[in-house]
C-alpha cells in the first residue's frame, strides 16, 4: 500500500447510509474527501460544493437527502447523483463534485487520493 492509498473495511459502509472522510493533504491542511455508497457501488468525491467550496455534510458524514437518492449540500441545499458527482438541483446545477478513485475488492475499499485533480 503505497501513501497514496488508504482503505476501509466494506463493512464500514452502509447503501445510502453515512459516508466515510478522509484527509486529502495534498489540497490543503483543511481539505476532506468521503466515500459512500449506493445502489452497492463506492464512489468518493473531494468534500467540497461545486457552488462555494465548503464541506458537504449536515453532521459529519451525512451527506444522503432523506430519500437517500442525492448527495446533499448542507449550505445551499445542492443536490449531486451519488453516482457521478452532477448536480442535477441547486445554485451549482450542472457542475459536478470532483471525483477521486474508489475501488472494492476483497472487503475493502481502496481510494487512490493521489488521483484528485488539483
Ligand atoms: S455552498 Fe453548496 S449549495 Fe451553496
Known amino acids: 500500500m503505497t501513501d497514496s492509498l488508504i482503505e ?6 452502509e447503501d445510502g447510509g453515512k459516508g466515510i472522510r478522509f484527509d486529502l493533504p ?6 476532506t474527501g468521503f ?5 452497492g457501488n463506492v464512489h468518493a468525491y473531494v468534500n ?6 465548503v464541506e458537504l455534510d449536515w ?15 448542507s449550505t445551499h441545499g445542492a443536490h ?5 458527482g452532477f448536480c442535477v ?4 446545477k450542472g457542475k459536478s463534485l470532483k471525483s477521486i478513485e474508489a475501488v472494492e475488492q476483497n472487503g475493502k475499499i481502496i481510494i487512490n487520493i493521489a488521483s ?3
Open 8 to 13: 476501509f473495511d466494506s463493512a464500514l459502509l
Open 116 to 118: 484528485v485533480a488539483k
Open 26 to 31: 495534498a489540497l490543503g491542511e483543511y481539505v
Open 59 to 73: 453532521n459529519e458524514g451525512d451527506f444522503f437527502s432523506m430519500q437517500k437518492d442525492y448527495l446533499i449540500c
Open 80 to 84: 449531486y447523483r451519488p453516482d457521478n
Open 48 to 53: 467540497q460544493c461545486a457552488h462555494v467550496s
Open 89 to 92: 438541483m441547486g445554485p451549482c
Open 35 to 39: 466515500v459512500v455508497r449506493f445502489k
